[in-house]
């Protein structure tokens, strides 16, 4: 199976040799809860999200990949910011692709399904805020989340 390595200001990651749009979704529900998902690529909870397709537009994206991802459905409602961090890159395995940060994330209020796991999820839940720190991410994933929690403008990075 395919692996994502995540490498952060590590001078032993490889060079980035792509550059891919892509989303990541805070998908609440009436509780307030946040819709995580265990990737199945690298074992670590996460936001759903994942590549822009050509011919999608940024919200299409978000709602595809969410579910896809996790068998919500979701209306987009916000921005949370936006991350192209040089220092972050990620690598697949499968094919030695090593793509550099570069991420929209979107607030999302869900409409309807249930958490179900895909290829891509081995499992999907619904977290209350308090309980988010207690789930292992990588750390871009705890700073995008945290900058939800913390409200206020978008974060542009």
């Not at 999200?49 to 011919?55: C, V």
């Not at 192209?84 to 409409?111: C, K, M, W």
């Amino acid at each position: 199976m395919s692996k994502r390595i995540d490498y952060y200001n590590d001078p032993s990651a490889p060079a980035a040799n792509s550059l891919v749009p892509s989303v990541n979704v805070v998908v609440t529900n009436e509780a307030g809860e946040l819709l995580l998902i265990r990737r199945s690529d690298n074992d670590n909870w996460a936001l759903p999200g994942g590549a822009i397709d050509l011919g999608e537009s940024i919200p299409q994206a978000a709602i595809r990949e969410t579910l896809e991802e996790t068998g919500i459905s979701c209306e987009i409602t916000g921005l949370v910011g936006t991350y192209s961090d040089p220092g972050h890159v990620i690598h697949y395995t499968s094919n030695d692709e090593v793509r550099q940060e570069f991420s929209l994330v979107l607030t999302a209020r869900a409409i309807s399904g249930r958490p179900t796991p895909s290829t891509e999820s081995r499992e999907v839940r619904w977290v209350p805020r308090h309980e988010v720190s207690n789930y292992g991410m990588h750390r871009s994933m705890r700073l995008r989340i945290s900058h939800y929690l913390q409200g206020g403008s978008p974060h542009i990075g």
